[in-house]
């Protein structure tokens, strides 16, 4: 975290960087485990808040193999995990990297039509210093159906838009800027990446933005920095994405 002075503001700014990522179950492009590729590109971006998408902690010849918690270990940051969905051999969810221990943690299950998977929205509060915390979210909307899409962006947003914390969301949405689900953010949330063409998926054309980092209205915020990391097509199907949030 670093504190910062801007030009328009006498007050000091309080600056984040923040990456979400759907690392695709720690299978890289090839059919690998790639644990130590995602690991590079969190060591290499140095984020203070991470959130995760397709997570896994699986039971593997009588070894778990609890992703995000490697992955903490691993950079010393605090975890948490929301669980999606079980199976015999373990569960897969989101998670949430944090370089400042939670104050609290909240998994909410978003709605879905019969038959969908479940999904969930994950949130931590995180005491950046004395007298300011944020909630820092993280989550992957459904797939197969543009209506649970829709009602999962709608009822997210009707979860945080009344937050008395600011509230920085990372989402796989799966779905593109000019479609139903990001309509739910587009009044009371600032997008990091506005306006940008630029693909989140590497199968993807111009355009293909499914992946999002939100900022809540409701306080004094700049987003600036904004990247997608293509530098490592084989790790996920998904880029990475990064932004540095100024709150004051």
């Keep these: 975290m670093m504190l910062t002075l801007t030009s328009t503001e006498h007050k000091r700014a309080t600056e984040v960087k923040v990456m979400s990522f759907n690392i695709r179950h720690g299978i890289g492009m090839d059919e690998q485990n790639n644990m130590l ?11 203070d808040l991470v959130a995760l998408q397709a997570v896994d902690s699986l039971e593997t010849e009588g070894k778990i193999q609890f992703q995000l918690r490697q992955l903490a270990i691993q950079t010393g940051m605090y975890y948490v995990y929301g669980i999606t969905d079980r199976s015999d051999n373990g569960s897969q969810g989101v998670g949430i990297l944090s370089r400042w221990p939670f104050e609290k943690s909240q998994i909410i299950n978003l709605p879905s039509t019969p038959g ?3 999904k969930v929205l994950l949130c931590g509060l ?18 197969a159906s543009v209506l649970d899409r829709a009602l999962q962006a709608a009822y997210i947003n009707r979860m945080l838009e009344e937050s008395i914390q ?18 739910s953010f587009r009044k009371n949330w600032r997008d990091a990446a506005e306006g940008s063409l630029l ?10 933005r499914l ?7 409701n306080n004094s915020v700049r987003v600036s920095h904004y990247k997608v990391i293509r530098k490592y097509p084989e ?5 990475p994405i990064t932004a540095t949030i100024e709150f004051w």
């Excluded at 590729?37 to 984020?47: A, D, F, H, R, W």
């Excluded at 600011?166 to 309509?183: I, K, S, T, W």
């Design 37 to 47: 590729g995602i690991l590079k590109i969190i060591q290499n971006e140095k984020p």
């Design 199 to 208: 693909s989140t998926w590497n199968e993807g054309l111009s355009g293909d």
């Design 235 to 239: 790790v996920s199907d998904h880029y």
């Design 166 to 183: 600011p509230v920085v969301l990372g989402m796989d949405m799966g779905a593109r800027p000019n479609e139903q689900p990001y309509f």
């Design 211 to 217: 992946d999002y980092i939100f900022v809540l209205l």
């Design 116 to 118: 969908a998977d479940p």
């Design 126 to 143: 995180v005491k950046l210093h004395k007298g300011f915390s944020i909630r820092f979210c993280s989550s992957r909307l459904e797939y």
